[in-house]
């Protein structure tokens, strides 16, 4: 980390320690793309408190050890599929926590592919350690950067990753911390809920996505009986389902595919 | 829940989370991903979300676990989220609303 910090000037790389090739004059802590970086992760991370905050609150009643719930901000730094984690853990079965985290996570492929081209002329440490700190808010402050060359790319990356990961350290921390002198009556558990419920309404765009959400719900209603809250992974892959036959016919009625099909 | 079973639960979600941020970047590449694929998975977050939240608000005791204040509170959380493009917005809507019917009622 002191390396990170430290740039004394040096007169042979070294080839071990990782070259972010920052100015050999001054702390890399002045460098204008860090600076950059964290003023525009500020307005990005405000809204992720009351969510942190909720999330480690759900840690304490989780029915993991509270700090396994919280290591998972270290290991898994993801809040949506965290809460899904923390919600599901021993009281659904261990692999319905598991696969419910894991698909709620398969979104971040689209990401990874999203910026391919930005890390392929990258340092090899970079491929391997940038990845990590690709969460939502971060994809959508590096995607949108076209403007920076390869080395601000890095410094811009990782320094809105170390914002956001340390942050939610510290916010999900604190929940854990207060989250336990919430009253019980005060039904914060319901909180985890809505919290979900606009994280599904906030970004539709395709009625696919309508479709997705209401066949998910409606699904894992009529199979809420199952054993080990299954009904939870039927009902989501009843949603993707749904959605997906929903593009195809959407597609197919599509002018594009009525035009190849009169060609043919 | 054992401490191996926790353990080992956050280390899978979190080794998977890891293979989905750099899956494309390290072994991938430039090709481009299937347009079916890519679509699919965009229908991923609002299925398994809408999922866990019926499974969450009926607590293990079926439909007749999901109650009046929480599908209000649902309802008036998301459409507020939605409107305001504002998560905390949608989140102290909805609790203002299951609150009030929770002691209305």
């Given at each position: 980390?002191?390396?990170?910090l430290s740039?004394?000037p040096?007169?042979?790389p070294?080839?071990?320690?990782?070259?972010?090739?920052?100015?050999?004059?001054?702390?890399?802590?002045?460098?204008?793309?860090?600076r950059?970086?964290?003023?525009?992760?500020?307005p990005?991370?405000?809204?992720?408190?009351?969510?942190g905050?909720?999330?480690?609150?759900?840690?304490?009643?989780?029915?993991?050890?509270?700090?396994?719930?919280?290591?998972?901000?270290?290991?898994?730094?993801?809040?949506?599929?965290?809460?899904?984690?923390?919600?599901?853990a021993?009281?659904?079965?261990?692999?319905?926590?598991?696969?419910?985290?894991?698909?709620?996570?398969?979104?971040?492929?689209m990401?990874?592919?999203?910026?391919?081209?930005r890390?392929?002329?990258?340092?090899?440490?970079?491929?391997?350690?940038?990845?990590f700190?690709?969460?939502?808010?971060?994809?959508?402050?590096?995607a949108?950067?076209s403007?920076?060359?390869?080395?601000?790319?890095?410094?811009?990356?990782?320094?809105?990753?170390?914002?956001f990961?340390?942050?939610?350290?510290?916010?999900?921390?604190?929940?854990?911390?207060?989250?336990?002198?919430?009253?019980?009556?005060?039904?914060?558990?319901?909180?985890?809920?809505?919290?979900?419920?606009?994280?599904?309404?906030?970004?539709?765009?395709?009625?696919?996505?309508?479709?997705?959400?209401?066949?998910?719900?409606?699904?894992?209603?009529?199979?809420?009986?199952?054993?080990?809250?299954?009904?939870?992974l039927?009902?989501?892959?009843?949603?993707?389902?749904?959605?997906?036959?929903?593009?195809?016919?959407?597609?197919?009625?599509?002018?594009?595919?009525?035009?190849?099909?009169?060609?043919? | 829940?054992?401490?191996?079973?926790?353990?080992?639960?956050?280390?899978?979600?979190?080794?998977?989370?890891?293979l989905?941020?750099?899956?494309?970047?390290?072994?991938?590449?430039?090709?481009?991903?299937?347009?079916?694929?890519?679509?699919?998975?965009?229908?991923?977050?609002?299925?398994?979300?809408?999922?866990?939240?019926?499974?969450?608000?009926?607590?293990?005791?079926?439909?007749?676990?999901?109650?009046?204040?929480?599908?209000?509170a649902l309802?008036?959380?998301?459409?507020?989220?939605?409107?305001?493009?504002?998560?905390?917005?949608g989140?102290?809507?909805?609790?203002?609303?299951?609150?009030?019917?929770?002691?209305?009622?």
């Amino acid at each position: 980390m002191m390396m990170l910090l430290s740039t004394q000037p040096t007169s042979e790389p070294n080839p071990i320690v990782p070259q972010l090739d920052v100015p050999m004059h001054g702390s890399i802590l002045k460098d204008p793309i860090l600076r950059r970086a964290v003023r525009e992760s500020v307005p990005l991370f405000i809204p992720a408190i009351p969510f942190g905050f909720i999330l480690g609150a759900a840690m304490t009643r989780s029915e993991l050890p509270t700090w396994i719930a919280w290591l998972s901000s270290i290991t898994v730094f993801a809040g949506a599929a965290q809460l899904a984690m923390v919600t599901s853990a021993g009281v659904a079965s261990w692999w319905t926590a598991v696969a419910t985290a894991v698909v709620i996570n398969s979104r971040h492929i689209m990401y990874s592919a999203g910026l391919t081209p930005r890390f392929q002329n990258q340092p090899r440490w970079f491929r391997w350690v940038g990845p990590f700190f690709i969460i939502d808010q971060v994809f959508a402050l590096v995607a949108a950067r076209s403007d920076l060359d390869r080395r601000q790319f890095r410094i811009y990356t990782l320094t809105a990753g170390l914002f956001f990961f340390s942050s939610w350290l510290i916010v999900t921390t604190a929940g854990v911390l207060l989250g336990s002198a919430v009253p019980t009556n005060w039904k914060i558990e319901m909180a985890v809920a809505v919290m979900f419920a606009g994280l599904v309404a906030i970004p539709i765009q395709k009625l696919s996505a309508v479709v997705a959400s209401v066949a998910g719900a409606g699904a894992s209603i009529l199979f809420l009986d199952l054993p080990n809250r299954l009904g939870l992974l039927v009902g989501a892959a009843a949603g993707i389902m749904a959605a997906f036959v929903t593009d195809e016919l959407i597609e197919a009625r599509s002018p594009a595919a009525r035009s190849e099909d009169s060609q043919a | 829940m054992s401490v191996v079973s926790g353990v080992a639960m956050i280390l899978t979600v979190g080794l998977s989370t890891y293979l989905f941020r750099s899956g494309v970047i390290l072994f991938v590449g430039n090709r481009p991903l299937p347009d079916r694929f890519v679509r699919t998975l965009q229908s991923v977050a609002p299925a398994v979300l809408s999922a866990l939240i019926v499974t969450m608000i009926a607590g293990g005791e079926g439909v007749s676990g999901i109650e009046l204040p929480e599908i209000v509170a649902l309802g008036v959380g998301g459409t507020t989220a939605r409107l305001s493009k504002n998560l905390i917005l949608g989140l102290a809507a909805g609790m203002s609303v299951f609150w009030g019917l929770d002691w209305l009622m």
